[in-house]
């Protein structure tokens, strides 16, 4: 349980009087100070307990505060993931909790996985430039349907996808976890068995969060053993995925590839990824959609509610 001192600050990205059900101030003893990322922090870092990570800033922006936050009892980011502000853990006391968004991202991140699959096996960016040209490019184009997709890293995230696939009449839904377990539509892999799944999938999505065991996971060993005009899709982040393996792959033309995170990012002019064949690349928008603010805003307002009264947080990945 984390209690909430008798008073504390509470760092924001979103202004507090656009948050509704934010615990009373006077109440709860709870400050609220508005940082956005910007140069200069709003109060004294050593007064906050209660740190909400600037969204779709950066790990050197969000860390940058840790070290000095002395009286920090709770990061919690706006992302399904926390790798932006593992490399600033080190500088906190013990007994910080970590938290995620969950519930934030599921609906949009799982749209767009949809839309990249759709658009890259039916062609849509072929057609967009054809009609930039003025050309009618028809023809037999691939479909989703009677499709194997393989879901690698089968979260809240990764369920949502599935939700969403299940009115296109694919062949075969297949998941892949860091450990295998049982669900209601069919068992969960563990990443053990990517060897023998890799093959049988003519959609791989990457929707894992980045950790040491990820890092590279779609390394060459990987990628070779997905099937000749197989598409991967990764909404995870662009680490997961070794991009020299990548280019390798696709400019031979065996498989194709649609990337909303890419690494480096954001992608460089002049990167080969950027006209690499058989590649769609959207910049990282996977959550950055009308539904983020609304979720994102119950969310923190759920989260400062329970510090304010001392009950246990959720969301909780780890605790230093």
Same mark, same amino acid.
């Given at each position: 349980?984390?209690?909430?001192?008798?008073?504390?600050?509470?760092?924001?990205?979103?202004?507090?009087?656009?948050?509704?059900?934010?615990?009373?101030?006077?109440?709860?003893?709870?400050?609220?100070?508005?940082?956005?990322?910007?140069?200069?922090?709003?109060?004294?870092?050593?007064?906050?307990?209660?740190?909400?990570?600037?969204?779709?800033?950066?790990?050197?922006?969000?860390?940058?505060?840790?070290?000095?936050?002395?009286?920090?009892?709770?990061?919690?980011?706006?992302?399904?993931?926390?790798?932006?502000?593992?490399?600033?853990?080190?500088?906190?006391?013990?007994?910080?909790?970590?938290?995620?968004?969950?519930?934030?991202?599921?609906?949009?991140?799982?749209?767009?996985?949809? =839309?990249?699959?759709?658009?890259?096996?039916?062609?849509?960016?072929?057609?967009?430039?054809?009609?930039?040209?003025?050309?009618?490019?028809?023809?037999?184009?691939?479909?989703?349907?009677?499709?194997?997709?393989?879901?690698?890293?089968?979260?809240?995230?990764?369920?949502?996808?599935?939700?969403?696939? =299940?009115?296109?009449?694919? =062949?075969?839904?297949?998941?892949?976890?860091?450990?295998?377990?049982?669900?209601?539509?069919?068992?969960?892999?563990?990443?053990?068995?990517?060897?023998?799944?890799?093959?049988?999938?003519?959609?791989?999505?990457?929707?894992?969060?980045?950790?040491?065991?990820?890092?590279?996971?779609?390394?060459?060993?990987?990628?070779?053993?997905?099937?000749?005009?197989?598409?991967?899709?990764?909404? =995870?982040?662009?680490?997961?995925?070794?991009?020299?393996?990548?280019?390798?792959?696709?400019?031979?033309?065996?498989?194709?590839?649609?990337?909303?995170?890419?690494?480096?990012?954001?992608?460089?002019?002049?990167?080969?990824?950027?006209?690499?064949?058989?590649?769609?690349?959207?910049?990282?928008?996977?959550?950055?959609?009308?539904?983020?603010?609304?979720?994102?805003?119950?969310?923190?307002?759920?989260?400062?509610?329970?510090?304010?009264?001392?009950?246990?947080?959720?969301?909780?990945?780890?605790?230093?």
């Amino acid at each position: 349980m984390t209690l909430a001192p008798t008073t504390a600050d509470v760092w924001l990205p979103i202004p507090a009087d656009e948050i509704d059900g934010l615990p009373d101030p006077g109440a709860s003893g709870l400050n609220y100070r508005f940082w956005d990322g910007g140069a200069d922090f709003p109060a004294d870092p050593a007064d906050c307990a209660f740190y909400v990570v600037p969204y779709m800033k950066g790990s050197a922006i969000a860390v940058r505060p840790l070290p000095a936050m002395t009286s920090l009892r709770v990061v919690q980011t706006l992302s399904a993931g926390i790798d932006h502000v593992v490399p600033g853990l080190g500088s906190l006391g013990p007994g910080v909790a970590v938290c995620n968004a969950k519930g934030v991202h599921e609906a949009s991140t799982a749209e767009l996985t949809l =839309a990249l699959i759709l658009a890259s096996l039916r062609g849509i960016p072929r057609f967009v430039r054809g009609q930039d040209a003025e050309e009618w490019r028809d023809g037999f184009y691939p479909a989703l349907a009677d499709k194997s997709v393989l879901i690698v890293g089968y979260g809240s995230i990764g369920a949502a996808i599935e939700d969403r696939l =299940a009115p296109f009449e694919c =062949a075969r839904v297949a998941r892949v976890a860091r450990s295998a377990r049982t669900t209601a539509r069919g068992p969960v892999h563990a990443l053990a068995d990517l060897p023998a799944l890799l093959p049988e999938a003519d959609v791989v999505v990457l929707s894992t969060p980045l950790t040491p065991e990820t890092r590279h996971l779609a390394d060459a060993g990987f990628l070779g053993r997905m099937k000749d005009g197989a598409l991967l899709v990764n909404v =995870a982040r662009g680490p997961v995925v070794d991009t020299d393996a990548l280019l390798k792959e696709v400019e031979g033309g065996r498989i194709t590839a649609a990337l909303d995170v890419t690494d480096p990012e954001p992608l460089p002019a002049g990167h080969p990824l950027w006209h690499a064949p058989g590649v769609l690349v959207t910049p990282h928008v996977g959550g950055s959609t009308s539904a983020f603010m609304p979720r994102a805003k119950r969310l923190v307002a759920g989260q400062v509610g329970r510090f304010a009264a001392g009950e246990a947080l959720v969301n909780v990945l780890r605790t230093t």
